[in-house]
């Protein structure tokens, strides 16, 4: 049985005229799968290498080399925040944003709640400094955040 559905195996496809060729839709593809399953199995690895005419080694190097993936004993949440952890965001309260959702959450960074929900992850640096402390909900940037404001736009209530 296939982990792909169609229509994510499509995506992929789609971004087959995007590029020289189907090996530099390795990232693209990687990150299709992730969206769509929160986590790349190792069962995915092996239809995506057949995909784009690659061993499946070939898909596990570039996968094991950035950490933003995710395997099936470790997906994610929901909802994935990225907190700033730059220097900025930290002078302005970050570190302290940081400590306290992960208490009310009941998590270390780069864990998943209990119920699922959220994934707390570090950044680096988000680019916002103006906007210290910021946050990354999915794709969504959001400065001058509170603890308040990472519960309420990560779905989650206080305890």
Request: net charge negative.
């Amino acid at each position: 049985m296939s982990v792909l559905s169609e229509g994510l195996r499509q995506k992929i496809r789609d971004h087959f005229s995007r590029y020289p060729n189907k090996q530099a839709v390795t990232l693209p593809a990687l990150h299709l799968v992730q969206q769509e399953l929160k986590c790349v199995p190792t069962e995915a690895v092996e239809e995506v290498a057949e995909l784009l005419d690659l061993a499946p080694a070939q898909i596990f190097d570039t996968l094991s080399f950035y950490g933003f993936f995710r395997d099936e004993d470790r997906p994610l949440g929901k909802k994935r925040v990225w907190i700033c952890r730059s220097l900025p965001c930290m002078l302005r309260g970050g570190d302290q944003l940081l400590a306290e959702v992960c208490e009310k959450l009941h998590v270390s960074p780069g864990d998943t709640t209990p119920n699922g929900e959220v994934t707390i992850e570090l950044a680096e640096c988000l680019g916002a400094c103006d906007g210290a402390p910021c946050i990354l909900i999915d794709d969504e940037l959001k400065l001058n955040v509170s603890v308040e404001d990472v519960l309420r736009l990560a779905g989650e209530g206080h305890e």
